[in-house]
């Protein structure tokens, strides 16, 4: 049975994982507005892990006889500016992101919950991943980002992001 502190901050994680989901959706919403289809591609793919890191902590707080409390999503910004400012924005959601899975991890570790910490360690080293992804993508705009054929090049590569098949997770 899972203790009430770490259920508490399961849920609290799964909120997390949605609104993530959620603002990467509202960011894919823009790129194709502004026909930035690559980054559009991207931002989709995005969206799609994080509804499954948020399926999840869902499925493992289930299996663990825990309660998933399902809380409201905020609304995500739907208003953006260039690509290189929403990519900044995406690295610094995820920095934040890491912070959370980091107070999750403490918090299983303070309630001895083994089974969590062991889980946990597959989504502390996926937001290495994350974070590394964002940054590349926003040191590249830094340099290129003024030169429109440069954009076209990134927004182009941006289009061969394709989605994890499911359960590729489970194997990492
Ligand atoms: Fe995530
Ligand atoms: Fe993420």
């Known amino acids: 049975m899972i203790k009430k ?4 901050a399961f849920n609290e994680q799964i909120k997390n994982e949605i609104y993530s989901a959620y603002l990467y959706l509202s960011m894919n919403a823009h790129f194709t507005s502004v026909n930035l289809n690559g980054f559009a591609n991207w931002m989709r793919v995005q969206s799609g892990e994080e509804w499954m890191h948020a399926m999840k902590l869902y499925d493992f707080l ?6 998933a409390i ?7 910004p739907t208003e ?6 929403i990519m900044q924005q995406v690295y610094e959601h995820e920095q934040h992101v890491t912070a959370s899975i980091h ?7 303070k309630e001895a919950d083994y089974p969590a910490q062991v889980m946990l360690h597959w989504f502390i080293n996926e937001q290495v991943e994350e974070e590394k992804n964002a940054s590349e993508i926003v040191e590249r705009l830094k340099i290129f980002g003024d030169n429109p054929a440069a954009l076209f090049e990134i927004d182009q590569e941006l289009k061969t992001r394709v989605a994890a ?6 194997a990492a």
């Open 165 to 170: 098949p499911a359960g590729a997770e489970a």
């Open 103 to 109: 107070d999750l991890y403490e918090v299983a570790t």
């Open 5 to 8: 502190a770490v259920q508490e």
């Open 80 to 85: 953006f500016k260039s690509p290189l400012e």
């Open 70 to 76: 399902l809380q409201a999503i905020p609304q995500p």
């Open 62 to 67: 289930l299996n663990r006889g825990g309660k």
